[in-house]
Nanobody, 118 residues
């Protein structure tokens, strides 16, 4: 059974930093595009950052220059370093593993809450 487990969320003041981590049990992890999504109350889930099986990355405009996604294929983990956090970054953050391009399936973690507040 595939598991994605996020950690690292919490309460932080504006301007602060958090580092989210996602540990996975995915076989063939290196082949998956890994992503971080977030969902704020009353809003749709949105893509925050994504990293392909190599090192190609994508960031939403709202987080460019502040967030950095990285992966460790040896440890089957993906991380999201979040700096200069703003109140509008408050959301539940979800880890995603996307292997649909080669029939590897699509998997989600349970989410971790990030709250940015004075």
């Amino acid at each position: 059974q595939v598991q994605l487990v996020e950690s690292g969320g919490g309460l932080v003041q504006p301007g602060g930093s958090l580092r989210l981590s996602c540990a996975t049990s995915i076989s063939g992890f290196r082949l998956y595009t890994m992503g971080w999504y977030r969902q704020a109350p009353g809003k749709q889930r949105e893509l925050v950052a994504r990293i392909r099986s190599g090192t190609t990355t994508y960031y939403a405009d709202s987080v460019k220059g502040r967030f950095t996604i990285s992966r460790d294929n040896a440890k089957n983990t993906v991380a999201l370093q979040m700096n200069s956090l703003k109140p509008e970054d408050t959301a539940v953050y979800y880890c995603n593993a996307d292997g649909t391009g080669w029939s590897g399936g699509n998997f989600w973690g349970q989410g971790t809450q990030v709250t940015v507040s004075p």
